[in-house]
């Protein structure tokens, strides 16, 4: 077996026997700056227990946010009823109605409205009131016997200042949306208010991110779920953390739990540990938001492949590869999609035609050469193993926050297209967490679980335990 705290085991793979010695010495300086040794990997949990813990006590520019989400309710997967949820994005907004079935299964029906440039620029709220409108009509629905209202959870995709788990005041707008006398005011009144004018019988009961609603989603098909992850275009994590751990937390109560919105693409924005490189650099200088997510630029989906794309064109050149030719389309940023890493990474065949076809059928590169496609696959391959391992970093970092619960069986929730679909992503998480939360747990008590949909289902089922602790 590798070991896996020497760099070596990082370097030695990235040899091309068929190459010059100036590529092979450049490419081997390359895979020593992506390298993650394990030794790294404990820097970097010491590092993240040291911001979430500052993040608990006290709101701190240069530490984790750590937002409380005011959801203090597991799911048990018993519970029963129909829910609504809303998810608002950049283009859609979707009505969802889920039924939970009191087994851990759920149905879903849903319906998709696209935003029109009216609603993202004037009225917004009333576009979400009719189309809210218009899914209860269609699909028959009223409020339960001797109830005025429907309830149902609100997944907001935009910056809030959550006071409540029913209020959060809109921070500013992204996204294209600029719907005035909306910045600094609860997007829940907002909503809330609409509906009254449209006459809808519904009521915003809960309000959260897609990271909060794929930890409740796997909470209520796995009880057991102590975290929920995205890694896909971007990334973040929540999970349940104790209140009496949580010192900015300003309630009455210190009992129980509460889930913690880490917004994790933010750490170590000061590049003090984590493996930043010069191609890392540069796609940091030139995005519009220079200086910060330096975490989530170095293993999201919508970074991973610029990255790859710096460093291949860095040996362009140097006239290392394609004969010191590129592309206009290589050339323009964000055009190597991570999507061709995945590609890329996953071809078996001796000739590389899979990496030929992505080279020169889809990025235009002039004919390449078998040396040409193994570099390609090379600087795809470390910057995804980079990728993968600083992810199982963060995931292990979290769990070991809670080491109380390793004694027994814990649920992972995870979305996103980079746990879907970027080879060996799931079982590469596994095998690098063995080391640091142990092979026993791992191995036995330890379970990943795609949550599909969490900013759907999870937001009603946030409905539900509000709905069901109020019945209390």
Not at 121 to 150: M, Q, S, Y
Not at 288 to 311: C, D, P, T, W, Y
Request: charge should be negative; hydrophobic fraction near 40%.
């Amino acid at each position: 077996m590798a070991d896996t705290n020497d760099i070596q085991t990082f370097v030695q793979p990235y040899v091309v026997p068929e190459g010059s010695d100036e590529l092979n010495e450049n490419l081997q300086a390359m895979a020593t700056s992506f390298a993650v040794t394990d030794d790294k990997i404990r820097e970097i949990i010491k590092g993240l227990h040291k911001s979430m813990k500052t993040g608990l006590d006290r709101d701190d520019s240069n530490a984790l946010p750590m937002i409380p989400t005011y959801v203090s309710g597991r799911p048990t997967g018993k519970e029963t009823g129909t829910f609504l949820a809303l998810d608002l994005g950049g283009t859609n907004l979707r009505v969802c109605q889920v039924t939970l079935k009191g087994d851990t299964t759920y149905s879903l029906v849903q319906q998709k409205f696209t935003i029109t440039q009216e609603a993202k620029e004037v009225r917004l709220w009333d576009f979400i009131a009719e189309c809210v409108g218009v899914f209860l009509e269609e699909h028959d629905l009223h409020p339960a016997p001797g109830k005025r209202t429907i309830p149902c959870g609100y997944t907001f995709s935009f910056p809030i200042y959550q006071t409540g788990i029913a209020s959060g005041n809109l921070s500013m707008w992204n996204k294209s949306f600029t719907v005035p006398n909306s910045v600094g005011r609860d997007v829940v009144n907002l909503t809330q208010s609409a509906f009254q004018r449209h006459h809808v019988a519904v009521e915003v009961v809960a309000v959260l991110n897609d990271t909060v609603g794929t930890l409740m989603t796997s909470g209520y098909s796995h009880p057991d779920t102590q975290m929920g992850i995205i890694f896909g275009t971007g990334t973040n994590a929540a999970y349940w953390e104790r209140l009496e751990n949580i010192g900015k937390w300003a309630g009455s109560d210190r009992k129980g739990e509460m889930v913690v919105n880490l917004e994790w693409g933010a750490f170590d924005n000061a590049t003090e540990v984590l493996p930043y490189t010069a191609h890392d650099n540069k796609l940091n200088r030139k995005s519009s938001n220079h200086g910060l997510q330096v975490f989530e630029k170095m293993i999201s989906g919508l970074f991973l492949g610029e990255v790859a794309r710096n460093a291949i064109l860095s040996l362009v050149d140097q006239r290392l590869i394609f004969g010191g030719r590129s592309s206009e389309i290589l050339n323009k940023s964000y055009t190597f999609d991570t999507a061709y890493m995945s590609e890329i990474v996953a071809d078996a065949s001796p000739d590389l035609e899979g990496v030929r076809v992505v080279l020169e059928g889809t990025l235009d590169i002039p004919p390449t050469s078998l040396v040409d496609r193994k570099v390609v696959q090379h600087v795809c391959n470390m910057i995804g193993t980079r990728g993968v391992r600083l992810s199982a970093a963060a995931m292990s970092a979290v769990l070991l926050a809670r080491p109380e619960l390793l004694t027994s069986s814990v649920s992972v929730g995870i979305d996103g297209s980079m746990y879907q679909f970027y080879p060996g992503f799931e079982a590469n998480l596994y095998a690098v967490s063995r080391v640091f939360l142990g092979a026993d747990f791992v191995d036995n008590r330890l379970k990943l679980h795609l949550a599909k949909d969490g900013s759907g289902v999870g937001a009603a089922i946030v409905a539900m335990t509000v709905d069901r602790d109020r019945q209390r």
